[in-house]
């Protein structure tokens, strides 16, 4: 049904002239072979204009408040930044090889119940992503017409929160061929603008400066190094499927990964080489990017290039927020609600608004908290990214689409293993990670004492290791253990799938 469905809708196409706009219907479904388009390369504009945000500037003054210099958080930058996306890279082999969003194809580790489990963690951080980029596109729009005159008060920053909402949550609702062409669009935009701001603030970089931030010690070095994983790649590594599983099977797996990978850092490196000069050239512009990451960044620049600024931080915020809000939706209704996609996307999108009027109008210390927030979820998500990458590593053939929605298909309703795999882990992250600029996290690091790293306060306190043990037990324990468990289900016969009207494929 969904291949024939796919063959009218092209031929509609094709006597219009070209592809018409509409709200994609695929939900968690399997997208069918007539519906499956495109090439590896393709991947290069939604994974770019997702991370071209001029917030990539911003993390050259996170980075060196870890107390490391230059060069040393050159380092950590690159290497977290790369090999985080390139976890991304590999999960988006299983969208080409399973046609079904990221968070289904972990139903063939985690079972169909059991996986709802990490997708209500994977539904919770990219909820949280994309109301921390709507209300910094929020803060950003409200600080340049401040210092335009035109007023940034309340009234600005209701107006910018509506705009910005309306085109998120447009593209979350709409779908996948919408954001493709907003993607692509962005993309141009914000590119040409980002290499203009950095050309007018060229200027601003005093080197001297920047040569005379002190160096910090190993474990500062791998805070930061941890921070920059789970700020880039590990915030998406739970959606990195959702857009490969609409390439041809026969796409190159290895091409996958390596444009995912390159569409997704090359931007973002520039972006860190950039900031930390700046960030290193004033101590006044490092500490006020933690108040307001982007509006911050106007304060290099001239007047007249304030409305260019503007729209280049918007855009480069929207693009990746309506990426957020997409997978979001795919996450809820892979923790079991049953409503339509861009239902899902909609409960979102108010979600997002309720959560980004908390921090426009009411939070403060944006900084220690956004770190909270990427920190405590992280350590979850690297265990999940772990035990998926091994039990992709381990298979030797495509899922078995069909069951992947049945309770009595091979992939089982609850494996006990990787469930508990992921709760371990996460316990024993959490105590192994501080986050001092949110008093609500205070409980974590409480096993740094006991491990003899100097608890709460000592040289371990801020280096985040619960991050990379999560990421390291889920993969070691569940290469080890699963792998027999992955030859009995290749060695069962193919199932039989059993369609619905609309294509989709359940329990």
């Known amino acids: 049904m969904a291949g024939m469905q796919g ?20 939900g968690l479904d399997v997208i069918g072979d007539a519906d499956r388009k495109g090439r590896p390369r393709q991947l290069f504009w939604p994974w770019f204009g997702a991370n071209v945000s001029i917030l990539g500037l911003s993390y050259g003054s996170f980075a060196l408040g870890f107390g490391i210099s230059f060069w040393q958080a050159l380092v950590a930058g690159v290497v977290g930044i790369v090999f985080s996306f390139l976890l991304c890279g590999f999960v988006g082999v299983a969208g080409k090889r399973g046609s079904a969003p990221t968070m289904v194809l972990s139903r063939a580790v985690f079972g169909v119940r059991g996986n709802r489990l990490p997708s209500a ?96 010690s190993a474990q500062e070095f791998i805070g930061a190094l941890v921070f920059m994983m789970t700020g880039f790649g590990l915030g998406w590594v739970n959606a990195a499927a959702d857009y490969s599983r609409y390439l041809p099977r026969r796409s190159s797996s290895a091409a996958v990964v390596g444009w995912t990978t390159f569409g997704a850092s090359v931007a973002p490196i520039v972006l860190l080489v950039f900031g930390l000069l700046l960030a290193g050239s004033s101590a006044d512009l490092n500490k006020a990017i933690a108040a307001d990451p982007v509006g911050a960044l106007t304060t290099v620049l001239p007047t007249w290039f304030l409305i260019p600024f503007a729209a280049v931080a918007v855009l480069g915020l929207v693009g990746g927020a309506v990426l957020d809000i997409y997978s979001s939706g795919l996450a809820l209704l892979a923790t079991g609600l049953r409503a339509p996609r861009y239902v899902a996307a909609l409960i979102d999108g108010v979600l997002m608004v309720a959560g980004t009027v908390y921090i426009v109008f009411v939070a403060d210390n944006f900084l220690g908290q956004f770190i909270g927030f990427l920190t405590t979820l992280g350590v979850p998500i690297a265990a999940w990214c772990g035990i998926m990458l091994a039990d992709l590593a381990l298979r030797r053939r495509d899922y078995d689409e069909a069951d992947l929605y049945r309770l009595s298909g091979r992939y089982g309703s609850v494996r006990l293993l990787p469930v508990t795999v992921i709760v371990v882990s996460t316990a024993l992250g959490w105590g192994l990670v501080t986050n001092a600029g949110a008093s609500w996290l205070g409980w974590q690091g409480y096993l740094l004492g006991p491990a003899g790293l100097g608890g709460t306060s ?18 070691v324990v569940t290469l080890v253990f699963n792998r027999s468990r992955v030859r009995a289900q290749e060695g069962l016969a193919p199932s039989e799938p059993e369609a619905t009207s609309a294509g989709a494929v359940r329990p």
């Open 458 to 475: 000592g040289s371990w306190a801020y280096a985040n290791l619960g991050v990379l043990v999560a990421l390291i037990i889920g993969f």
């Open 121 to 216: 963690i994977s539904w919770v951080l990219t909820v949280g992503w994309e109301t921390v980029l709507t209300a910094l596109a929020t803060l950003a729009t409200s600080t340049v017409f401040e210092r335009l005159g035109w007023g940034g008060g309340t009234s600005t920053k209701i107006i910018a929160l509506v705009i910005v909402t309306a085109l998120i949550i447009a593209g979350g609702v709409m779908g996948f061929d919408l954001i493709m062409r907003m993607q692509t669009v962005i993309t141009v935009v914000t590119g040409v603008l980002t290499v203009a701001y950095i050309a007018l603030v060229t200027d601003q970089i005093h080197w001297d400066a920047v040569m005379r931030t002190g160096s910090g």
């Open 7 to 26: 063959k009218q809708e092209s031929e509609r196409s094709a006597r219009s002239g070209g592809p018409q706009l509409k709200v994609e219907v695929h």
